[in-house]
């Protein structure tokens, strides 16, 4: 017989899958193909050698089906015994071959194994059964690439869930609790803390104004201040309120009792939405709708005050304080007394209180004021005074109210502002001294969109971000840049050239907002009220120190 190799001599043909042909010769000439092999084995000398039918001298043939079993290869079934199996190259050791290369052997040869089911026998780490990664590889053998890829733990990005994406590449599936991928880049994760990113607070582009941080996924805007006897105070949309000026009485709520010439932190819940400073104290409205409050009977910290729930938003001076709720109706209080519903009003919106009288905004623009009347600060036409409350005289439009020392004014739906009761100081503003007790026209207002009323000075912002004031002068809380006492008419306050949209008067100073989340104040300084950190007075408006 001969054997016949595809490839290379035997045993290197049987690592390389070539295959084996038994031929017979015909020794005798007699046309017998089975001859005796003991007759054909004497020829053979070569031991493992390929018969050649006598002429190269090769090996018995028994020797040569020893020798192929020794190598694993079968002579296609003429030994007894031996059963040839297909078995396959597993080059890269997995226990999965490839079905590409293959040789027939009685057993296994070195390097091979009987399953075919292998995709790439140069990886090991290629095979059925594999964790399938993000790599764009077929890591499995099951003829898909990635399709598991979802949940493997390899696919991670920073604070983000990921999976795997087109091309083998781990992407974004979801961000972490305050991250954004805010560049837009999938495969680098969500790199934005939204909760503290100026740039992007709380959500991707949303960028604060200069200065301004980002607490909890809001910018730290200056949203509300309040100014009053010798302080003033702000709060900040994170719920943190300052308050800087005299603190005689404890009203700026650090615990002591020492003056501040710059913002200083209230002590306590950080909570706050809104703040109302007084004579002798201040509040503040927390996130639930309850008060706290702070100086004179409260003490130099906040303290909560009892009986007090679904608060909406709060007004007072001197001694009194009183509180508009959800359902419309109004209470007040003493500091350190409990809060009393006020009789006769229903479905309140605003509310003001000028230490000796009170007036609410209905929901319906009617204006209802109890207390004090002398001088005809209850708009209804009289100068009696009212323990209920009465209805101002040709009010039915009005949306925000505010009270000074013994008059009121109101913002009407209009845009114009009316004023009414004691006017000796020109705090009505329509161009003349004298008292009204019914609401009288502010002269040359229009487009309004908030009013505070002092001591005895009012002020008022216009919607194109311009604070008029009038009334007394005397410390340049009019702000005109003179000391002018009277002003008897609205005029602009300098030093702001717009971008206000909140306005506080107090004894003899005011502060207006600014839509860039700083506070300018101007007037009287000699408790550093101002909050510039000097006690110089101010007739035109100064930046508050250190807002935004």
Not at 115 to 123: G, L, N, Q
Not at 174 to 203: F, K, L, P, Q, Y
Not at 226 to 231: D, E, I, R
Not at 432 to 445: I, M, R, T
Request: glycine share 16%; aromatic share 4%.
């Amino acid at each position: 017989m001969k054997l016949l190799c595809h490839a290379v001599f035997l045993p290197a043909l049987l690592l390389a899958g070539c295959t084996i042909e038994r031929v017979h010769h015909d020794l005798d000439d007699g046309g017998d193909a089975g001859e005796a092999d003991a007759a054909r084995d004497a020829a053979a000398t070569d031991a493992g050698t390929p018969d050649d039918g006598g002429l190269d001298g090769g090996a018995p043939d028994a020797e040569l089906d020893a020798a192929t079993q020794d190598a694993g290869v079968d002579d296609a079934g003429s030994d007894a015994g031996c059963t040839s199996s297909t078995y396959y190259a597993d080059i890269d050791e997995d226990g999965h071959g490839d079905p590409t290369s293959s040789v027939m052997a009685c057993a296994p040869p070195v390097g091979y194994v009987d399953s075919y089911d292998d995709c790439d026998d140069t990886d090991a780490e290629i095979r059925p059964g594999a964790t399938d990664v993000c790599d764009g590889v077929d890591n499995d053998c099951d003829d898909a690439v990635d399709e598991a890829a979802t949940a493997d733990p390899t696919c991670t990005l920073p604070h983000a869930s990921a999976i795997c994406g087109t091309g083998g590449v781990c992407v974004v599936d979801s961000c972490a609790g305050g991250w954004r991928n805010c560049n837009g880049i999938e495969h680098d994760g969500c790199e934005v803390d939204t909760d503290t990113s100026a740039a992007d607070c709380g959500m991707c582009d949303n960028s604060c104004a200069a200065g301004v941080g980002c607490v909890s996924g809001i910018c730290d805007d200056v949203i509300g201040v309040s100014a009053s006897l010798y302080h003033s105070c702000v709060v900040r949309a994170a719920g943190l309120v300052l308050c800087w000026g005299g603190n005689s009485y404890g009203v700026l709520g650090d615990g002591t009792m020492a003056p501040h010439r710059t913002p200083l932190p209230v002590s306590g819940p950080t909570d706050y939405v809104a703040v109302y400073a007084a004579e002798q104290h201040t509040c503040g409205l927390r996130e639930p709708g309850t008060v706290r409050c702070w100086g004179g009977d409260y003490g130099t910290t906040p303290v909560e005050v009892p009986g007090l729930s679904d608060v909406v938003t709060l007004d007072g001076e001197r001694g009194e304080m009183c509180a508009v709720t959800s359902s419309g109706s109004v209470l007040c209080w003493h500091p350190g007394g409990a809060p009393s519903t006020i009789a006769g009003i229903s479905g309140a919106i605003d509310a003001a209180h000028g230490g000796q009288h009170g007036c609410a905004v209905l929901g319906s623009g009617a204006v209802k004021c109890w207390g004090d009347n002398y001088f005809g600060q209850l708009g209804d036409g009289t100068t009696d005074p009212a323990i209920t409350p009465v209805t101002v005289v040709g009010l039915t439009d009005a949306v925000q109210i505010d009270a000074g020392d013994h008059y009121t004014c109101a913002l009407r739906a209009s845009g114009t502002v009316a004023c009414w009761g004691r006017g000796n100081g020109g705090q009505l503003g329509r161009g003349y001294p004298g008292d009204a007790n019914s609401p009288v026209a502010v002269s040359g207002l229009t487009d309004i969109i908030e009013i505070a009323a002092g001591y005895m000075h009012a002020c008022a912002v216009r919607s194109t971000g311009v604070v008029y004031c009038w009334g007394s002068n005397a410390d340049g809380e009019v702000g005109d840049g003179t000391m002018t006492d009277p002003v008897l008419e609205p005029v602009a306050v300098l030093g702001l050239t717009g971008g206000a949209y909140g306005v506080t008067a107090g004894f003899r100073h005011s502060c207006a907002l600014r839509s860039d989340s700083s506070v300018m104040c101007w007037g009287a300084n000699d408790n550093g009220q101002i909050g510039d950190g000097t006690t110089t007075e101010r007739r035109t408006a100064t930046a508050v120190s250190g807002l935004p």
